[in-house]
C-alpha cells in the first residue's frame, strides 16, 4: 500500500486477542553440583515465526501451573513466570552480503527474511527444588551409620588387629556399594556432586579408621616386646647365676675403663 495508507480500515487502531496452550518436551543443562539439594532453572522461549514481526503481533505470556499437571515424585515446583522480550532476527543484517551468490543468500537479501525487524517472544522461567527425604533416608542415614559404626573398633583390643580391621574394611566395601548405586543413579557430568564428596569422605574417614588400628597395633606390640624383656631380665638378676654374671661383667667393665685410662695417659 502507500504510504500512510491503511490495509484495513482501523487496523492501526484495532487489537485482536489468541490464546493457545503451548506443549512440548524439551531438554536443559542442569547443575548438579549441590545434588541431592539442588535447585533447577528451566528457560523456555517461544518466538513468533520470520512472517510476523514484532510490530504486527505482540506475545503476552501467562503461565501458571495447571492443577491438572503431575510433576515428577522427586521434584517439586517452586515457581512459574512468563516475561515478554523482543528478538532480533535470527540472521542479522551483516548476514546478507551483496557478493555472494546461493540460494541462502538469495533468501537472506529477500523481503521475506526481514533481517532488520525484531520479533515477538517470551520466556517462560520453572524453577524447581528436589525433594531430599529420599536421599537423607537411603544414602546419607546410612553411610553415616556405617561411618559410626566402623568407630566400635577403638573398644576392641589394640591386640585384636583381625577384628578391627575386619570391621574397618567391611564399612569401606559397605560404602563403595552405595557409590556405586549412585553413580548409577547421577546423570554424567564432568565434576563431583555434593553427594559424591559426602561418600568419597566417609570412605576416607573409614580408611584413616583402619590406619589408626594398625598404628595402634604395631605400638601396642613394640610396647609388650618391651615389657618382656624387661621383665625376663628381671627375672634373671634376681637368681644366683643372674647375679653372679653380673658381677662379673661388672668387674669386667672396670678393668676395661681402667686399661682405656691408662693407655690415655701414657
Known amino acids: 500500500p ?14 485482536a486477542w489468541r490464546s493457545f496452550r503451548v506443549v512440548g518436551r524439551f531438554m536443559g543443562e542442569f547443575d548438579y553440583r549441590q545434588y541431592p539439594k539442588d535447585e533447577q532453572l528451566m ?22 501451573l ?12 517452586d515457581g512459574i513466570a512468563a516475561v515478554e522480550s523482543l528478538e532480533a532476527s535470527l540472521f542479522g543484517a551483516e548476514a546478507a552480503p551483496t557478493n555472494q551468490a546461493g540460494p541462502l543468500f538469495d533468501y537472506l537479501r529477500s523481503s521475506e527474511a526481514r533481517i532488520n525487524d525484531n520479533y515477538a517472544a517470551f520466556t517462560v522461567s520453572i524453577r524447581t527444588s528436589r525433594l531430599t527425604f529420599f536421599y537423607w533416608m537411603n544414602y546419607i542415614l546410612v553411610v553415616s551409620v556405617l561411618v559410626l559404626l566402623s568407630f566400635f573398633t577403638f573398644s576392641l583390643s589394640a591386640s585384636m588387629i583381625e577384628a578391627r580391621l575386619s570391621l574397618s574394611l567391611t564399612v569401606i566395601l559397605a560404602i563403595n556399594v552405595f557409590q556405586i548405586v549412585l553413580f548409577e543413579k547421577t546423570p554424567d557430568t564432568g565434576y563431583l556432586t555434593s553427594m559424591h564428596w559426602f561418600t ?7 580408611a584413616l579408621v583402619a590406619i589408626e588400628n594398625l598404628v595402634v597395633y604395631l605400638l601396642h606390640k613394640r610396647l609388650a616386646d618391651k615389657k618382656a624383656a624387661i621383665s625376663f631380665v628381671k ?32
Open 2 to 15: 502507500a504510504s500512510g495508507q491503511e490495509v484495513a480500515p482501523n487496523l492501526a487502531r484495532s487489537i
Open 43 to 64: 528457560n523456555v522461549t517461544v518466538r513468533l515465526p520470520n512472517s510476523y514481526t514484532a510490530d504486527m503481533v505482540r506475545l503476552v505470556g501467562s503461565a501458571d
Open 66 to 77: 495447571a492443577p491438572d499437571v503431575a510433576t515428577p515424585p522427586i521434584w517439586q515446583i
Open 200 to 206: 568419597i569422605s566417609s570412605t576416607i574417614i573409614v
Open 235 to 266: 627375672s634373671r638378676l634376681k637368681s644366683k647365676r643372674g647375679q653372679h654374671a653380673a658381677h662379673v661383667i661388672q668387674r669386667t667393665v672396670k678393668t676395661w675403663l681402667r686399661r682405656h685410662r691408662l693407655r690415655q695417659m701414657l
